[in-house]
C-alpha cells in the first residue's frame, strides 16, 4: 500500500471574482491495477459522495454532485493582519480554526432542533477572492458536509449563528 494526496481543485472565474474550491486529504492506495471507487466511508466517517474524473499516481481529479452542505463564511481585508501560523499562542483565533469550531458547534447540536450529526469528510474550503473600492477582499468558505440522514431534513442553523446551509 502507498500514500498518496488527493487535491481536488474547481475554479471559476466570472469577471474579477474568482472562486476555487479545494479538498485535500490523504489517503492509502492498493498497489493492484484495479479502477479506483469512491470511497462511502473514511476512518469510521461518511464521505460526501463524488465520481471520479480522473485517476493519477498522486492525486484524483473528482466531482461532487448538488447536495447540502452546512458552511461558515470568513472575509480577509487586504489590510487585515495574517495569522496562519498553527503552532502560535493565538492558534485559536484564526480563521480557519474559529469557521471550523462554529460548523463543529451547528453539528453537535447548536441547531434549532438540537440534533446532533455525525462528522463526515472532506472538510472543504472554497476560497474567493474579490476586488473592492478598499482593495483585495478573499473570502474563505468552509463547508461539512451534511450526514445522508439530515439531507432531506437539515436542522435550520440559529439565528445568531453564522452557520449557513446551501
Not at 452546512?70 to 483565533?93: C, G, I
Not at 471550523?100 to 446532533?116: C, D, H, Q, V
Request: some cysteine; hydrophobic content about 30%; aromatic content about 10%.
Amino acid at each position: 500500500m502507498h500514500r498518496a494526496t488527493s487535491i481536488v481543485t474547481l475554479s471559476h472565474w466570472t469577471g474579477t471574482l474568482q472562486s476555487r474550491m479545494v479538498f485535500s486529504w490523504m489517503f492509502g492506495a492498493s498497489e493492484a491495477t484495479t479502477e479506483p471507487t469512491p470511497e462511502t466511508q473514511r476512518g469510521g466517517y461518511e464521505c460526501a459522495p463524488y465520481t471520479i474524473l480522473e485517476n493519477h499516481p498522486q492525486y484524483q481529479v473528482r466531482n461532487y454532485p448538488s447536495r447540502k452542505w452546512a458552511t461558515v463564511l470568513h472575509e480577509k481585508h487586504q489590510h487585515q493582519a495574517n495569522n496562519d501560523m498553527p503552532m502560535s499562542k493565538e492558534w485559536k483565533q484564526q480563521p480557519q480554526n474559529k469557521s471550523f469550531m462554529k460548523l463543529f458547534g451547528y453539528i453537535t447540536g447548536a441547531n434549532e432542533t438540537g440534533s446532533k450529526m455525525s462528522m463526515t469528510v472532506p472538510v472543504s474550503t472554497k476560497v474567493t477572492t474579490e476586488e473592492e473600492d478598499g482593495g483585495t477582499v478573499m473570502k474563505e468558505e468552509m463547508g461539512f458536509y451534511v450526514p445522508t440522514e439530515h439531507q432531506e431534513t437539515t436542522p435550520t442553523p440559529k439565528a445568531d449563528q453564522e452557520v449557513k446551509v446551501v
